[in-house]
């Protein structure tokens, strides 16, 4: 089942084109990361699909028109949309009075289940907890909710690594059962890497880059190259080249390579699967805009 | 897929309301309860303006005893006159703030919402925009008019009990105080005045109040009263005419008969009886512009996110 069809999304803000154009299919029970630089269009991106604005083209979630049904698509899918939208006037225990009264498929014990672990009180005022903690709560509404669609737009901005880990060991624990369908931006794109099913790259309102995790990790080889070996392996051209305490780590894209030469990297030097993050950069910096990161030529600067 | 309100707590006393009417009905009911938890002031505002009033009250009555042991024990119809207009009074003050109240929570309710961002947070629930406007569309119109009436009769009754007991002995007659008080008379047309004056009259006023609240980028207060004002200043430059502020005046003044609790007590079952009111076309253009400010500002609403 295809949980998000776009075709041809468009959005701009007066002259600014935030959306150019992008196809997207995300099928359910995917987890998809969207990764991109500050501008590039994820949260339009995802801001559409939750029906929060209006855009061009063609978009369909969970069937639906999220523009002209955002509070019938709200019954199947919910979302995070930053760290800092619950209320802060509200109570804890109000906040789960008012989920539970408007949300058809809320599950109140579930919620409670998840708030017992934490040192959230029920009389707290949500401006009286700690960053971490209104995430948790937020976290802990949304989990007991039965959403098929669940979109995290940056859930751990400005949280630090023990409430990142425990984040997303909780998704995946406790809420994700390969039904379900997560969409998560990040720029801590290292905290995802283990986690993503789906990867997406995303620059100046188009897609870079689409592919499973498993395309990801058989495509892309980074070789912490030999310094005497270092002409050779430029000679293969990598799509990125990038110096590390004194040694040259180069990105290939297995595809550009024909068979005699995959063989060859590992006796270049160290062979690895690169980091999201690297690949990211490679991506970005040789050919922004593009559709794909193959091709990519004059790749080292 | 519809499992609806199984995986509901069994305390939630909407279990027996069917699923169909319970999809419309609830989210409002909640909508509504969220408004009161967030505007607190809806009914703590007249409820101090009732305790700052009876302590007031208080005061009055005990040096009315102190002056009564001097020269005149007042007679029970005097002493029905002391309370009648004491009434009048109390209710007027609650009135008076539950009508400010309704006005700063109007202006606040859409704007408030993007200003802290959590528009995110409620958009992300299932309730429609419309539904999140008519709930707070029903906190100025609905819930302040019922909410200052119940105060008022409560506040009037101790009033009644507190002005029993300090006047106990001073030769007023109490019990006619109670029988005869037009108590009953004030709050039938005290009821009648809240709901079609505050409820029905005023809809426009605070349906523009709520669109400007929406709509605003920042300072909602400005935006809703600044344009009125200029308008009259342009009228009555541009055409020496007044016909805007005329038209201001009428929506904020009422229709003569419905301006009811102080007139003619005597003849009040006659006002209770709305046709006259609903005669009114200005009652018609009235709600028929709050329709579209309604309207307006649900579709507004749809646009908006975090400012």
Not at chain 2, 176 to 199: D, I, K, R
Not at chain 2, 211 to 221: M, N, Q
């Amino acid at each position: 089942m295809t949980v998000i069809e776009a075709r041809g999304l468009r959005k701009a803000f007066g002259s600014t084109i935030a959306l150019d154009g992008v196809d997207l299919r995300v099928a359910e029970g995917r987890i998809l990361g969207l990764i991109g630089p500050n501008g590039a269009g994820k949260t339009t991106a995802l801001n559409a699909i939750l029906g929060l604005i209006p855009y061009q083209g063609e978009l369909k979630v969970l069937g639906r028109d999220p523009w002209t049904e955002r509070d019938q698509l709200m019954r199947d899918a919910c979302f995070i949309a930053d760290v800092a939208v619950l209320p802060r006037w509200m109570r804890v225990s109000q906040a789960l009075d008012y989920v539970a009264g408007v949300h058809p498929r809320f599950d109140r014990a579930k919620a409670e289940g998840f708030l017992a672990r934490t040192d959230i009180k029920r009389a707290s005022k949500i401006r009286e907890l700690s960053k971490g903690m209104v995430t948790q709560l937020h976290l802990a509404l949304v989990m007991a909710i039965d959403a098929k669609l669940l979109v995290l737009d940056e859930p751990t901005l400005g949280l630090d690594i023990l409430y990142r880990k425990q984040f997303y060991d909780s998704l995946l624990n406790d809420y994700y059962d390969r039904s379900r369908t997560i969409v998560v931006t990040t720029h801590q794109v290292e905290d995802v890497q283990h986690v993503l099913t789906d990867l997406m790259f995303i620059n100046r309102g188009r897609i870079v880059l689409n592919c499973s995790m498993e395309e990801f990790e058989s495509r892309y080889l980074e070789v912490s190259v030999h310094p005497e070996q270092v002409a050779a392996a430029r000679a293969l051209k990598p799509i990125h080249e990038r110096q590390m305490l004194g040694r040259s780590i180069l990105l290939f894209d297995l595809m550009m390579l024909d068979h005699g030469d995959r063989h060859q990297l590992a006796a270049l030097g160290d062979v690895r699967t690169p980091s999201i993050a690297d690949l990211f950069v490679a991506v970005l910096e040789n050919k922004p805009g593009s559709q794909t990161a193959q091709g990519a030529q004059g790749a080292a600067r | 897929m519809s499992t609806q309100s199984n995986s509901m707590p069994e305390s939630f006393d909407s279990q027996k309301i069917a699923p169909a009417a319970m999809s419309a009905t609830r989210p409002l009911y909640w909508s509504v309860r969220r408004e009161l938890w967030e505007y607190r002031s809806i009914y703590i505002a007249p409820l101090a303006a009732a305790i700052v009033f009876l302590f007031g009250f208080f005061i009055s009555m005990v040096s009315l005893r102190h002056r009564m042991h001097g020269a005149w024990p007042l007679d029970s119809a005097q002493g029905r006159d002391v309370f009648a207009t004491r009434y009048e009074l109390a209710a007027a003050l609650i009135m008076g703030t539950a009508l400010i109240v309704g006005i700063f929570y109007s202006l606040d309710a859409l704007y408030g919402e993007r200003r802290d961002r959590s528009i995110l947070f409620w958009k992300s629930l299932p309730v429609s925009d419309l539904i999140t406007v008519l709930s707070k569309l029903a906190i100025p119109i609905v819930i302040l008019p019922l909410l200052s009436f119940a105060i008022t009769i409560a506040t009037q009754f101790v009033m009644l009990l507190l002005g029993s007991i300090i006047l106990l002995g001073s030769g007023v007659n109490i019990a006619t105080l109670w029988t005869e008080a037009s108590f009953v008379h004030v709050s039938l047309v005290l009821l009648y005045h809240l709901l079609t004056v505050h409820g029905l009259w005023y809809a426009p006023l605070y349906g523009w109040l709520l669109l400007v609240s929406g709509w605003a980028p920042r300072a909602p207060f400005l935006w809703a009263f600044l344009p009125p004002f200029v308008i009259c200043g342009v009228e009555k430059i541009a055409f020496n005419t007044a016909h805007f502020l005329t038209l201001l005046q009428y929506r904020l003044l009422g229709p003569e008969d419905a301006m009811a609790p102080h007139s003619a007590p005597s003849d009040f079952m006659a006002s209770l009886i709305p046709t006259h009111f609903f005669n009114t076309p200005g009652l018609w253009t009235g709600l028929a512009l709050a329709a579209v400010f309604l309207a307006a500002a649900v579709r507004l609403r749809r646009y908006q996110g975090p400012i």
